[in-house]
């Protein structure tokens, strides 16, 4: 069975202060895919980014970068320089290798507020 | 850029009313998702298509149905609405087993 989970259901921050969304993920699968969506208030889930269980290279593109680390099986997404338009749930997702196991499992998403 | 719209941002029901929900994407992709969002239980699969005529059942199927008669139309149906069916409704779609793209969901409350 697959599981993730995100421990931090709410975090609040000050414009550009930098914040770290944790994500934690349990799988079976030696084949993995992760992921990470943001939810703005208006409501559409938007893709952030896409990461592969044999690729444990980090990533960045712009004020975000994530941390892959198999060893902790953790993909935590960091914000530098918090906006407010960051304002948003996020969410982490873990998807199987093929055939049923396409669909995503996500965690409960974390709440994160920054403030003006 | 893909598109995925759904039939409706809000919609009002009454107990025992079927109810439809519509999905389209513009990207020709093979599989198109249906989900339940509620507040501290995160999104939860309803149903889920691989293809045309397909479906599959997710985590929580039970009092819903789908439909998918075209490649590019997912449709979600209520048999008879329920109050415990108030809830946002996300619909989305992927090519093979890559990123899944989301539509602007539906929240739908049963009265």
Known sequence: ?116 | DVKVTQSSRYLVKRTGEKVFLECVQDMDHENMFWYRQDPGLGLRLIYFSYDVKMKEKGDIPEGYSVSREKKERFSLILESASTNQTSMYLCASSFRGSEQYFGPGTRLTVT
């Open chain 1, 1 to 116: 069975a697959q599981k993730v989970t995100q421990a931090q259901t709410e975090i609040s921050v000050v414009e550009k202060e930098d914040v770290t969304l944790d994500c934690v993920y349990e799988t079976r699968d030696t084949t993995y895919y992760l992921f990470w969506y943001k939810q703005p208030p208006s409501g559409e889930l938007v893709f952030l980014i896409r990461r592969n269980s044999f690729d444990e290279q980090n990533e960045i593109s712009g004020r975000y970068s994530w941390n892959f680390q198999k060893s902790t099986s953790s993909f935590n997404f960091t914000i530098t320089a918090s906006q407010v338009v960051d304002s948003a749930v996020y969410f982490c997702a873990l998807r199987g290798p093929s055939g049923s196991a396409r669909q995503l499992t996500f965690g409960s998403g974390t709440q994160l507020t920054v403030l003006p």
